[in-house]
């Protein structure tokens, strides 16, 4: 694996069952890269570096992610590694051809029925349905002044739940904000500690502030003469909480595909929400179990759910509109269900915008629903990284069947979806890891305007931005080997 493979983010475009395995060896190794700094460091100060990497490591991979959580969290963690095998063994099993056949042409009736296709939702999921409002926030210039600016203007608490919490230029500013913001009102940090830790020791590509010198690590830094309360993930059998909801005074929530970092901000393609209304407490809910299971194990699991409130929370009014929250969490694939039956349903046109395109389950009912004149089009990211290579062989068997295909001229880390009338968007990838085994939240809503300004402000603009791919594109014999990790791990 050559330096370029090395220099993608964790969050970026590499299968991540690969970026676990590349990075759980750099850390073994202590390998750890620098980001720029006024000046080279001395000897002395590269020994300490990589000896407190070394240490921040073993931590992470073997004490909070195998040893810890068998003693704070054994039904749990029992439950999780059940489930991690369940869906290994489920995986190896064929799920539908791999061929191409002609598709027919496209179908000029009516989309599906939207009220019975919520009506369907609630057999099949458990999720509840909430009314709010929502505005899209697309990419790092949308979303981070408005974040900044919720964060200087919260009264009560600020909860940032987030997959990486970095440690570059952009990540330091936000610390320093919540700090300064701890002093006053209740700030809380729930980060997994596997992604940020491995985020934390490659620099993002483009150019950081003249000068910046990263800390070591951000959690000291956020604790570190302040109020700030932190905690972390575990990970047990390697299990992720990617998941990222920011909420601000339990009435605003922020919901996508952002963490917090320099490369969120200003290198990548990416998609938030901004949500008011009682749909808000149901995710908070979420938060809560979340936040008790990292602090206190099965115990604190336990009395989240004691302790959670019946009534919603957040203020309605007249332009809210009807959302669901949707979940993948250990013994329920809500998301993958969802998506799973929205394709089966859909009757006109089907658009996907994500980095992540593995999956075999939601690939075949792609090529099913094209082969029934449904229009699908998939938007994924452009080319010079492993994961593209892995992205080649399921976007092949798409345009072999008929579905269009757009490369994206840049890194897409969005995640996005409409059926029909019905789009579903938030953390989830569509990959084996986001779709059933880490912790991952969703919205999705039927509403008229929401898909209608999705399908505006996103999908219609990157079709025009992106090139589309008309024949299927070489694929070496290691694509098909990142491909099959993809999809089993």
Avoid at 119 to 128: E, I, N, T
């Amino acid at each position: 694996m050559n330096a370029s493979a090395l220099g993608k983010r964790l969050g970026g475009l590499r299968p991540r069952a690969l970026r676990l395995l590349v990075a759980a060896a750099i850390s073994v190794a202590a390998f750890a890269t620098r980001a720029p700094a006024a000046e080279p460091p001395s000897f002395e100060q590269r020994v300490v570096e990589q000896v407190g990497h070394a240490l921040r490591s073993v931590d992470v991979l073997l004490l909070r992610s195998l040893v810890l959580p068998q003693l704070t969290s054994p039904v749990s963690s029992s439950h999780r590694l059940f489930w991690r095998i369940l869906q290994v063994g489920m995986n190896l099993s064929p799920k539908g051809a791999r061929g191409a056949s002609p598709a027919p042409s496209l179908a000029d009736g009516a989309g599906m029925d939207l009220a019975a296709w919520e009506r369907k939702l609630d057999r099949l999921v458990s999720s509840r349905r909430q009314r709010g409002h929502i505005r899209f926030l697309i990419d790092g210039d949308a979303f981070f002044p408005r974040f900044l600016e919720a964060v200087r203007d919260a009264k009560e608490s600020i909860w940032v739940r987030v997959y990486i919490f970095d440690r570059d230029d952009t990540s330091v500013e936000i610390a320093d904000l919540l700090r300064k913001r701890s002093r006053e009102i209740d700030v809380r940090v729930l980060l997994d500690a596997l992604g940020t830790m491995m985020a934390g020791q490659v620099p993002p590509e483009s150019a950081m502030v003249p000068g910046f010198a990263p800390p070591p690590s951000i959690v000291p830094y956020l604790t570190r003469d302040s109020r700030v309360r932190v905690v972390t993930s575990p990970n047990p059998w390697l299990i992720s909480d990617h998941a990222k909801t920011i909420f601000i005074d339990r009435k605003i929530l922020f919901l996508g595909g952002m963490n917090i970092g320099h490369e969120y901000r200003h290198e990548w393609h990416d998609l938030m929400a901004e949500v008011h209304g009682p749909v808000v407490g149901t995710v908070l809910e979420d938060f809560e179990s979340r936040w008790g299971h990292a602090s206190l194990g099965d115990l604190g699991l336990l009395l989240a759910a004691i302790g959670q409130r019946a009534e919603p929370v957040g203020d309605e009014s007249a332009s809210d509109v009807e959302l669901r929250a949707l979940y993948t969490r250990t013994g329920a694939s809500e998301i993958l269900d969802a998506e799973l039956a929205a394709i089966r349903e859909s009757r006109r046109f089907i658009y996907v915008e994500q980095p992540y395109l593995t999956d075999d389950a939601i690939l075949v009912e792609l090529v099913r629903a094209r082969h029934r004149g449904v229009d699908v089009r998939v938007i994924v990211p452009s080319g010079g990284t492993i994961m593209d290579a892995a992205n080649v062989v399921a976007t092949n068997l798409l345009v072999r069947n008929g579905v269009r295909v757009y490369v994206y001229p840049g890194n897409i880390h969005g995640k996005a979806a409409i059926f029909d009338g019905w789009a579903c968007f938030g953390s989830a990838n569509m990959d084996n890891l986001s779709l059933r085994v880490n912790q991952e939240v969703n919205l999705a809503s039927s509403s008229p305007e929401v898909v209608a300004d999705l399908r505006e402000r996103l999908f219609e603009r990157d079709f025009a931005r992106s090139r589309e791919i008309l024949e299927p594109r070489p694929a070496e014999w290691d694509a098909y080997v990142l491909d099959f990790l993809a999809e089993q791990l």
